[in-house]
C-alpha cells in the first residue's frame, strides 16, 4: 500500500512559481514510477508529467514543457513539480500518481493517488 500527500499549492499571479511536493509512505519508493496530473473544474484529469523509477526519464505535456520540471529524491520519499511561468489555464487541482510499471500519460494506469493540491492562478 502507498499513501500519497501533496502539498505545496496556493494562489499565485500570472507569472509567479510554485513548488509542489509528493511525499510517499512506502518502503522502497525507488520501485515507483510517479506521475504529476492536474484536473480543473468540469474537465478530465489530465497527465501533467511523469518520472521514471531513479530520475533518469522525464516526460512532460506541450502545455507546460519548458515551464514545469519534476524531479524526485528517493532518500526522501519525495517527488516535485516546479512550476514556473505560471498561466491562468494551470489553475487545477494538482495530484501525484504512483505504480510500479512505467504507466505512461494515462491516468487510469495509475494504482495510486493523493488527495490534491489546489493551484490558482489569477490573471
Keep these: 500500500q502507498v499513501q500519497l500527500v501533496e502539498s505545496g ?3 499565485v499571479q500570472a507569472g509567479g512559481s510554485l513548488r509542489l511536493s509528493c511525499a510517499a509512505s512506502v518502503r522502497t519508493f525507488s520501485n515507483y514510477y ?4 492536474r484536473q480543473a473544474p468540469g474537465k478530465e484529469r489530465e497527465f501533467v508529467a ?3 523509477w ?3 526519464r522525464t516526460a512532460y505535456a506541450d502545455s507546460v ?5 519534476i524531479s524526485r529524491d528517493n532518500a526522501k520519499n519525495t517527488v516535485y513539480l516546479q512550476m514556473n511561468s505560471l498561466k491562468p489555464e494551470d489553475t487545477a487541482v494538482y495530484y501525484c ?3 510500479r510499471s512505467e504507466s505512461g500519460r494515462y491516468y487510469l494506469n495509475y494504482d495510486y493517488w493523493g488527495q490534491g493540491t489546489q493551484v490558482t492562478v489569477s490573471s
Design 65 to 69: 514543457k519548458g515551464r514545469f520540471t
Design 97 to 99: 500518481a504512483a505504480d
Design 50 to 52: 511523469t518520472i521514471s
Design 9 to 11: 499549492g496556493g494562489l
Design 54 to 56: 531513479n530520475g533518469g
Design 34 to 37: 510517479m506521475g504529476w496530473f
